[in-house]
């Protein structure tokens, strides 16, 4: 059965679980809105670097959409999403962020010219320049620190580019490294998105069933339960699995969804969930000894 089917079955307007980040359907736990916060305070306070991190799924991509629909005009925004490369790669990809032609042939000089011009002619024109780099966790130590050294351009009293990497926590344990010690004290605020509490689990499956026109009561809470176990408190599983027993439900009929359902959905393999335990490709019914000491 389709969802639009199953959204007929239960009165609902739209999918209320989408995989997708839609900012209409942001629900506010206190540890999105704390985020959120500093992600304001980071542009407020034209800090020059902001981190926030989060597990896979935690709603980090959600809350960028959120950020960029309510900044100011005074502020030039680039984003990047899924950076990779040397440093003349960096450069382009934030030139590109900011919609800046760069010369073609140009050297890592000429690039970081280019770009320093396009800051101060914004300045000079009374706004400042963020730059938001998604899944920066993708970014090694060297280039890392090549982004810090962007944050030195600046008119001698103001800041003038802020940077605010939002990335999985191995973001967190790069910047930690001896090797960017500078770049931490450059980080003005830094917050961690954790995975949901059943409460706030409770509220958010609510909010999105009331979102579209629903009761509420759709998923008992013996479900959500249930649900929130398996998807460890991720935001994008409790959706999934919300999905999927949706449809469930509606195929039997039920008109909600109950243990039973997330039991059974779970019992047929919907779900796949990351190995615990690393697999030894190897022929050899016993795994590999480690080295004698």
């Known amino acids: 059965m389709s969802t639009a089917l199953y959204n007929e079955h239960f009165g609902f307007s739209e999918r209320p679980f989408s995989l997708s980040p839609d900012p209409e359907f942001l629900f506010w736990s206190k540890a999105h809105a704390r985020a959120l916060s500093v992600l304001e305070y980071g542009l407020v306070t034209r800090a020059p670097l902001t981190v926030v991190t989060g597990e896979v799924g935690t709603g980090k991509t959600t809350l960028i959409q959120e950020l960029l629909r309510t900044i100011e005009s005074d502020v030039t925004v680039g984003l990047i999403s899924n950076a990779r490369g040397d440093r003349g790669d960096l450069l382009r990809w934030v030139l590109g962020a900011f919609d800046v032609v760069s010369p073609e042939g140009a050297d890592y000089v000429a690039l970081f010219q280019r770009f320093q011009d396009f800051v101060l002619d914004e300045y000079a024109a009374g706004r400042h320049v963020a730059l938001i780099v998604d899944e920066a966790q993708n970014l090694g130590l060297e280039t890392l620190e090549e982004l810090r050294m962007l944050t030195n351009i600046n008119s001698g009293k103001d800041e003038l580019l802020q940077i605010i990497l939002v990335g999985q926590p191995e973001l967190r344990e790069l910047i930690c490294q001896p090797e960017l010690r500078q770049f931490a004290q450059r980080v003005t605020a830094t917050y961690h998105l954790g995975p949901m509490d059943l409460m706030t689990a409770q509220e958010y499956v609510t909010h999105r ?85």
Do not use: F, M, Q
């Not at 959500?224 to 999905?243: F, Q, W």
């Not at 697999?279 to 000894?289: A, E, G, K, S, V």
């Open 209 to 293: 069933l009331r979102h579209v026109g629903g009761t509420g009561n759709e998923v008992t809470l013996e479900a959500i339960t249930h649900i929130h176990k398996e998807a460890e408190g991720i935001p994008r599983v409790i959706n999934k699995l919300c999905d999927l027993a949706l449809v469930y439900a509606s195929s039997a009929g039920a008109k909600t969804v109950d243990e039973g359902t997330i039991e059974e959905l779970i019992h047929d393999g919907l779900i796949l969930k990351p190995v615990a335990e690393p697999i030894w490709l190897t022929n050899r019914i016993d795994r590999p000894r480690k080295a004698a000491e």
